[in-house]
C-alpha cells in the first residue's frame, strides 16, 4: 500500500512545473557557487605560492642569527570550495618573533588588494544549499494535505482502508525521494566540476567529509520538508500554507541567522582593540626600561656605533666591520635583552590571549543564537565539515605557538644570544682593535684613532671623515663578503593534512541537534495530521 | 473605474494572513535592528571618543615638541560612527574607515584593526536597508504573484473583465495597491525604529534625519514596485499560480541573492588591477633608481647642526622619493576606486542592489562618504602643509630645505596647538548624494517601466477563461 502511494506521489511531482523549476535552480546555482569558489581558491593557491617561496627565500637568506625570523604560511584548504567558513577573513601568513607569540594571522583576505571589494558579500555551497534545498522542501511539502484537502483527493484516499500514519509515510517517502535525486545530482555536478578543475584535488579523507556534508544536508532537507509537513497539516487551505512556509523560510534561513550576530556583536561586548594596543605599547615600554636598566648593571653602554649596521624589529641586528670592543658590546648587549625579550612575550600573550577570548566570546554566542534556525546549525557543520570554522583555525594557529616554542628551544640549545653569530658572521679571531682598524682603512695615514680623530675635528665637511676612512676595502666590512646561514638543523613548521574525523566532535552535536529537531518536528507533524479534518 | 479596483485591490491586501505576517515580520526586525544598533552605537561612539582623544594628544605632543614634528609625523584620523548607521549601515565596518596621513601627503586608507570580529562569519548589519532589501521584496513578489494567475484559477478574473474596465487599469490598480500595502508595511516598521532610537539612543531628532528617512521610504517605494512589477511579469507568464510563484522565487533568488554575491568574482574577473606585491615592487625599484642617481654623501646623517651641506642632499632625495612613491600609489588607488565603481555599476541590474547603493546615497555613508572624507583630506593637507610652510618661512634658523621625512632641517620651534588647523569631516552635502544616486535611481525607473511595459504586453494577450 506504502509503496503505491509513495510511487503517485513520487510521479506527481516528478511531472509538475515546480519539479523542473527547481531542477532547473538546482542547476544553475550549485555550478555557479562552486565555480565562483574554484577560482577563488586559484587566486589563493597562486597567492600562497608567491608568499610560499618569499618566506622560504627570506629564511634562507640571512647571515646572523638575530635576523632569523621564520614565517609560516599556511596553504589554503581545498574543502573551503564548498564551505568557506571563516576562510576568506582570516589571514594565513604567521611571523614567529622572540617578543611576541603568533597573535593574528596577518595575509590577504578574500577582498584580495582592493580592501573595496570586501564590503561585498559572496556566497559559497553550503549558504546556496541552505538556501535552495530548504526552498525545495517548503515547496514540495507545503500542500501536502491542504491542496489534496482543496481538490478532495483526500478525504477520496481516507475513504480507503488506509490508516493515517501510512498515508503521511507516503507522502514523506514520496517527497524524499523526489528531492534525494536531486540532492545527488547537485552534490555530483559538483564532485564532477571538481574533479574536471585542474586547479584543486580532494584527496580520499575530502572526499569523505563531502559525504558527511551530504549527510548533514539530507537531515537539514527532511527538517525542512516535516516543517512544510506540520504547517500544511495545520491549514485548512493551500494559500494559507504557502504563505506562512515562505514567511518561515525568509525568517529561518535570512533573518535568524543576520539578527543572532547582530545581537551578538551589540549585547556580548568584545574586548576594544584600541585598548590592547594601548596595553602592549606600555608592556613593550616597560620591557625596553628593564633591558636599559639590566644593561646599566652590567656596565654595557646602550649606545652604539658601527661600521655597518642594520637593524630592525625584535631585536634584529646585523654589523660588520667594528672593532673587538665594539663587537662584544653587542653580543653582550644580545645576551641580556634577547632572554628579556622572550620572557616578555608570555605577558603581552596574556593580555592578547584576553582579547581572542573575548572575539571568540562574541563568535560563539552568534553561533549559539543562531542555533535557534536549522540553517544556523547546517552553516556551524558545513563550516566544521569543510575545516574552514574557527576551532579549525585555532588549531593552526596553536601549532604555531608551538613552533615557535620548538625554535625558541632550538635557539636556546645554540645558546645562541651571547654567541657573535647573533650579530655578525664574521670569525672572532678577525676582530681587531680601533686603531688596527683605522690604520689599515687609511692605508696607514693614521695610525690610532686618537690621530685620525684629530684630524677629523677640524674637517668642515663631514663627508670628508668617510670619504679618508674607505680608503682601503677591507675584507668583513660588509655583508657581501660573508656566505648566508646554515640553518638545516633548524625546526620546521609541517603542514599536517587533516584526517577524516578530526575536529568534527562540535559538528556532530549539531547534527544531532538538527536529527532532533527533525524526530521532533515530524511528531509534530503527525499529531497535527491525525487530528486534520480532511473534509 | 481604476479608483475602484485600486480599493478592492487594497482592502483584499489588508485582509490578508500575508499583510498580517509581513506586517510582523517587519516590526519585529525593525525593533531587533533598531535596539542592536542603539546598543552598539554606544559602545562604537565610546570607542571613537577615546581614539580621537588619543589622536588630538597625540598632535598637541608633537606640536609642543616642534612645527616639524608635527608636519612630518604619520597621522591617522579615524571616521566617526555614523549617526543614520541604522538607515544604511553601507557595510562601513568591511570598508575603510582610516585615512594614514603627514602635512606631505595623505598616504593611503585602511580598515581599522579591531573594527570587525575576524572571527564572526562575515554577516549584515540589521539596518533598515539590509531588512527592507530583503523583506520588502520579498512581501512585494508575495503580494503579486498569484495577482492575475491566482485570479484566473478562482475564475474572478473573467469577472472583473466582464465589467467595463480596461485591463490597464486592472493591471494598474494590482500594482499600485501592492506598492501602497508594502510601502505602508514599511513605515510601521520604520516608524517602531525610529521610535525606539530616538528614545534610546543618544541623537535626538533632526531636519537632516526627517530628511534621510523620508529618502529611505521613497526607496523602499522603488524597491517595492520594482519588484510588484516582476512579481505581475511572473503571474501574467503563467498560466497558474504554482508556476508564477516558482517563477517569482526564481527572480527573487536571481536579484537578492546570486547577483550581489557575484560581485568580488566578477570585479576581479572584468576589471583585474595590479596586486599589492607589484605596487610595493614599483616603488621599491623607484626608489633604488633614485638612491643610485642621487649624489654622493646623501644619505649621511648628524641631526646636531641643520646647516650641514648632506641635510639638503638627504631632503632633496626624501622629497622625489615621495614624491614617487605617491604618484604609483595615488594611481593605484584610483584603479581600485575605478574598480569599486564599474563592479557597482554592473552589478545595478539587480534592484536589491540598486536599493541599496541608493540608501548608501540617501544616508550619505558607505562609499560616497569615504570619498568624501578622503578627498577632504587632501584638501586639508595641503591647508596643513600651507601652515607649517608659513611657519618655517617665518623661522630664522631654519635651512627651509624640506623634507617630508626628518625633523632636521625646517624650523624646530614648538607650535600653539590651537593655531593648527584641524580636520573636522562634514555630512555629505545635498548634491553629493544626488549626484551619485542618479545614476542609480534612473536605471532603476527605467528597469521598472520596462517590466512592467513586459507584464502589461503579456497582460493584454493573457487568456482570462
Sequence with gaps: MIATIVRKEFLTNLVSPRFAIGFVLCLVLIPFSILINVSSYRERTAQYRVDRDAAEKAATEVRVYSKLRPEIVLPPEPLSVFGRGLSGQVGNRVRIWLGDKPFLAAGKTAAGDNPFLASFFSVDFADIAAIVFSLLALIFSYDAFSREREDGTLKLQMSNSLSRSTALAGKVLGILTTLLPVLVFSFLLSGLLILFSRDIAFSAGDWGRIGLLFAASLVYLAVFVFIGLLVSARSRSSVTSLVVCLFVWVLLVFVVPAVSANFAESFVGAASRDNLDRVLRDLDAKRETEIRAAFKAQGIPAGWSCWWCSSGDDGAMETYGNDREEFENFRRRAAVSEPIRIDHAEKRWAAQKAYLDSLARQARAAERFSFASPTGIFRAVAAAVCRTDRASHERHMDRTRQYREAFVRWLRGKDIFSSFPWVTPADPSTFRTEDELIERRTAGEFKTAREFEDWASKQTDARTRWLKLSTVDLPGDGPNDFPFLDVSDMPRFEVRPGSLFGGLGPSAFGLGLLLAAAVLLFYLGFIAFIRYDVR | ?465
Design chain 2, 1 to 465: 473605474m481604476f479608483r475602484t479596483v485600486l480599493k478592492r485591490e487594497i482592502l483584499h491586501n489588508l485582509y490578508s494572513l500575508r499583510f498580517l505576517i509581513s506586517l510582523a515580520l517587519v516590526i519585529a526586525a525593525f525593533a531587533a535592528g533598531a535596539a542592536s544598533f542603539v546598543r552598539s552605537q554606544a559602545a562604537d561612539l565610546e570607542e571613537h571618543r577615546e581614539i580621537q582623544g588619543q589622536y588630538l594628544a597625540n598632535m598637541r605632543g608633537l606640536a609642543e615638541g616642534s612645527a616639524t614634528d608635527l608636519a612630518v609625523r604619520r597621522q591617522t584620523y579615524t571616521l566617526k560612527p555614523r549617526a543614520s548607521g541604522f538607515i544604511a549601515d553601507a557595510q562601513e565596518k568591511y570598508l575603510p574607515n582610516a585615512v594614514v596621513y603627514s602635512a606631505w601627503n595623505v598616504f593611503a586608507f585602511q580598515n581599522r584593526s579591531g573594527s570587525a570580529n575576524p572571527f564572526l562569519v562575515r554577516f549584515d548589519e540589521l539596518s533598515w536597508t539590509f531588512i527592507a532589501a530583503l523583506v520588502v521584496s520579498f512581501i512585494a513578489l508575495l503580494f503579486t504573484f498569484d495577482a492575475v494567475s491566482g485570479e484566473k484559477e478562482t475564475k474572478t478574473l473573467a469577472l472583473s473583465l466582464a465589467n467595463p474596465v480596461s485591463r490597464g487599469a486592472l493591471l494598474g490598480g494590482k500594482m499600485a495597491s501592492a506598492v501602497l500595502s508594502v510601502t505602508a508595511i514599511v513605515l510601521m516598521g520604520a516608524l517602531t525604529g525610529l521610535v525606539i532610537v530616538i528614545v534610546l539612543g543618544q541623537e535626538g531628532i533632526s531636519a537632516a534625519l526627517a530628511g534621510e528617512v523620508l529618502g529611505f521610504l521613497a526607496a523602499a517605494a522603488l524597491l517595492a514596485a520594482t519588484f510588484a512589477a516582476f512579481g505581475l511579469l511572473a503571474s501574467v507568464v503563467a498560466r497558474n499560480a504554482n508556476v508564477s510563484l516558482l517563477l517569482a522565487l526564481t527572480f527573487w533568488l536571481a536579484f537578492a541573492v546570486v547577483i550581489p554575491n557575484s560581485s568580488t568574482f566578477l570585479a576581479k574577473g572584468l576589471y583585474p588591477i595590479e596586486s599589492a606585491e607589484t605596487v610595493q615592487r614599483n616603488v621599491t625599484a623607484a626608489f633604488g633608481d633614485l638612491d643610485k642617481n642621487a649624489p654622493p654623501g646623501s644619505w649621511m646623517m648628524n641631526s646636531g647642526n641643520p646647516f650641514l651641506p648632506q641635510h639638503e642632499l638627504r631632503a632633496n632625495l626624501q622629497m622625489k622619493r615621495l614624491l614617487a612613491e605617491k604618484g604609483i600609489r595615488d594611481k593605484y588607488h584610483q584603479a581600485m576606486f575605478r574598480q569599486f565603481e564599474r563592479t557597482r555599476l554592473l552589478t545595478a541590474v539587480s534592484p536589491v542592489a540598486l536599493f541599496e547603493y541608493l540608501t548608501e546615497a540617501v544616508a550619505g555613508g558607505g562609499y560616497l562618504r569615504f570619498r568624501k572624507a578622503w578627498d577632504d583630506l587632501h584638501v586639508y593637507q595641503g591647508q596643513l602643509l600651507g601652515f607649517f610652510k608659513a611657519l618655517d618661512a617665518a623661522d630664522k634658523d631654519s635651512p627651509h630645505w624640506f623634507n617630508p621625512n626628518e625633523n632636521v632641517s625646517t624650523t624646530r620651534k614648538p607650535v600653539a596647538f590651537e593655531r593648527v588647523p584641524q580636520f573636522e569631516e562634514r555630512p555629505l552635502a545635498l548634491a553629493d548624494r544626488v549626484g551619485p544616486a542618479l545614476k542609480y535611481l534612473i536605471i532603476n525607473v527605467f528597469l521598472l517601466s520596462a517590466v512592467y511595459f513586459l507584464a502589461f504586453i503579456a497582460f493584454v494577450r493573457y487568456d482570462v477563461r
